[in-house]
Structures are given as structure tokens and as C-alpha cells.
């Protein structure tokens, strides 16, 4: 796993992540990113970022696999051979519209320690990026389907760095021309401020993360 050393920007949410049938994650640069060099910045990330990656706004990258299938992509990006072999075995079995019984349903489930390779791969990737293009912060909400996340020492050094790092960017924010309730900064905000504590934070920030949340699947 990563280091615990001292991190360059906040990862609210790292550590030993569960999934359940979503995966998402927001990234949040610094400075916009313009559309040309948008695919170079997905270089190196792992396949389950890119999958459904899109750009609701300039400065936020949505990383996503965009189906609720992640235990199926978990076993055929990190899987061992045989756990493969299971794997398409059972989703043969489900696209003919067959029922599966309890054991085939486990086998649907990724038993191997294919979510710590994708999570360090993703703590990686994300260290890399913000190297050639400066991150404001990460966030991933836990899973509670799947067991929640273990916080790891990266998210408790990012809810002592949301005061310093993250805060300035969002009293901008927050001053400027209102977002729209569907602005899918809203979610990424809302997910550092969970983390870090609402009451915490003041209402002019915490009204930032308020709006439509139709779209907020990986809860």
C-alpha cells in the first residue's frame, strides 16, 4: 500500500475501500483541464477509471466504470485465470436469463484481493497525475453495501488539510455565480464535507454540496 508519509492533497475517502455493484470517484484539479489534453490526463489510470471517465465540468473528472457490474470488472482486470473462468461462466449463465443458485451467486463476488490491487492502483495513479497535473483534492464515497472503506492515514491527513487545501478554493466558490442543482461539483463537495463534518463546516459551504442527487448511484 501507499505510504504514510505526508501526501501532496487531500484523498477524502482512501484506505481499504468495499464495492459492492458501483464504483465512482471524483478528481478535482486545480486549474481547469482544456479538452485536448483531457484523454492525455487518463494516461496510466487504471481500466476501471476510464471506463465511463467524463468531465462535468473542466476543473472535475467523474471516474467511473458507469454499470453496476464492478465485482465482474474487479475479477476480469486483477482476477486469477481460474477466477476468470468462474466468472464468465456465471455471466454466461445470467445473460441466457437463468437463475443462479447461492454458490453461483458467490462466485459473482470477487473473493481474491482484487479491490486492494485496484485500490492501490488507483492511490498510485493518483499520485503520478497530480505530479504532472495538480490535484485540489480526491474523494470516493464508502460503500456501505459492500462494508464501508478502512480510512486509511491519506484520508485522516485530508480532513486535517481541508481547512488549509480545500476550504479557499470552495469560499470562491461559493461567492461567485450560483451552481446549478445539478452540477455535479455539488456531489464531490458534499462527499469532503461529509467526511470531514458537516456541522464543522459553515452553512455557506455546506450549501455548495445541497442539490439534485438523481444521478449519486454509487451510495
Known sequence: ???????????FGQGEAGYYEWFEMW?????????KERKPTLKGAPKLCVMDAQ???????????GDQWIQQHLVEEYGTKKAKAVMRKVTEKQNRGEDLDD????DTIASGDEQEQFNAEIERWLLALHAKRPILFAARRQDGEAGGTKLGAWHKQ??????????PAL????????????DHRRTAIRIA???VGAPTVSRAIR??????????DGD
Do not use: C, H
Open 1 to 11: 500500500m501507499i505510504s504514510k508519509k505526508a501526501k501532496p492533497f487531500p484523498f
Open 27 to 35: 478528481i478535482w484539479f486545480e486549474k481547469p483541464v482544456p479538452p
Open 55 to 65: 468531465w462535468p465540468n473542466a476543473s472535475l473528472l467523474w471516474a467511473s466504470t
Open 103 to 106: 454458490d453461483e451467486l458467490d
Open 158 to 167: 485530508s480532513v486535517a488539510m481541508f481547512e488549509e487545501r480545500v476550504l
Open 171 to 182: 469560499q470562491v466558490l461559493a461567492k461567485g455565480k450560483p451552481m446549478k442543482e445539478d
Open 193 to 195: 464535507v461529509d467526511y
Open 207 to 216: 450549501a455548495l454540496g445541497d442539490g439534485d442527487d438523481d444521478d449519486d
